[in-house]
């Protein structure tokens, strides 16, 4: 198993976030970065909204980083952690732009990149950009099958159900000969979705024994990414036993890498936490080559 990190900051829940976050910009997410990719971390997140409806916002949070540009940032900060979306929404994109933007991305950051794409449910923000809402998992399954056949290909072809293209020039592409695609969701059909389109499944809002039945009912392909995200935030310096307790329980479910969150009051004390987080996790197996 590996650890990654579900970056502070870039996303502000009202019930969750610290409260060095709320004036903390791009610059103290890059040092966290930069001592992630040093301590040899797998990755950092950055999701979408476009514009969340105020109501929503109140509850479930309004600030939303853009990934194509915050994970930009960090590539050039970095140079081993992958940068990783979680997730883009496939409803809000023509298969070719994600292709395109993350496809340079992928070429900025030396093949740095895992695409998190989710179904999406917010129909609010699918009527503001005029997206269609009705049908969108069959149209996310094509929009997957065409993203495997676009990504890493300067003139890529595809002819599905929604998407329909050749004979167009799509440069700069990928340089992953295989760009790692996460699913994520909170279902068994996601859990399917993963299995059949994906190299990975980004389960949420779950508890952990729902996640160990669902995949235990439907195993996953070898060399499949199971991300098991820890729930409340890990406090390594400060309740060692529970971390610890945390990430086994992460493995024991089929976890191959754990999402986790770090409770900080600053900079400075979330990299000495990740720095206690290796330490205690080291013993354990975990991996960070």
């Given amino acids: 198993m590996q650890i990654g990190i579900v970056s502070p900051v870039l996303i502000q829940h009202p019930t969750t976030r610290a409260d060095w976050e709320v004036g903390a910009g791009i610059d103290e997410v890059a040092r966290i970065a930069e001592a992630a990719d040093r301590l040899g971390y797998h990755h950092m997140t950055c999701s979408e909204h476009i514009a969340v409806p105020v109501e929503i916002a109140a509850e479930r949070g309004g600030t939303y980083w853009d990934p194509l540009a915050t994970l930009g940032f960090l590539a050039a900060r970095t140079s081993r952690l992958r940068l990783v979306t979680q997730v883009l929404v496939l409803g809000y994109h023509h298969p070719l732009e994600i292709a395109k933007r993350y496809g340079t991305l992928d070429r900025i950051s030396g093949g740095r990149v895992t695409l998190g794409l989710g179904v999406g449910s917010l129909r609010e923000e699918f009527d503001l950009i005029g997206a269609q809402f009705e049908g969108r998992g069959a149209r996310a399954d094509d929009a ?4 495997r056949a676009a990504l890493g290909s300067p003139n890529p072809q595809y002819h599905g159900e929604f998407y329909d293209f050749e004979d167009f020039v799509v440069e700069p592409h990928a340089v992953q000969d295989r760009v790692p695609l996460w699913i994520g969701g909170r279902t068994p059909r996601s859990l399917r979705r993963a299995i059949t389109l994906g190299d ?3 389960p949420f809002g779950l508890p952990l024994g729902d996640l160990a039945d669902m995949l235990a009912k439907a195993p996953v392909p070898e060399g499949m990414e199971v991300v098991l995200n820890a729930g409340r935030a890990l ?3 400060g309740n060692a036993d529970r971390t610890a307790t945390s990430l086994s329980r992460l493995r024991d479910a089929g976890a191959t890498i754990a ?9 400075e004390h ?3 936490q990740l720095e206690a987080l290796k330490a205690l996790a080291v013993p354990l197996g975990i991996d960070f080559t």
């Fill in 144 to 147: 997957l099958r065409a993203l």
């Fill in 200 to 202: 990975g499944w980004v």
């Fill in 235 to 237: 406090d390594p310096t």
């Fill in 259 to 267: 999402s986790v969150t770090v409770a900080a009051t600053g900079v």
């Fill in 270 to 272: 979330y990299v000495d």
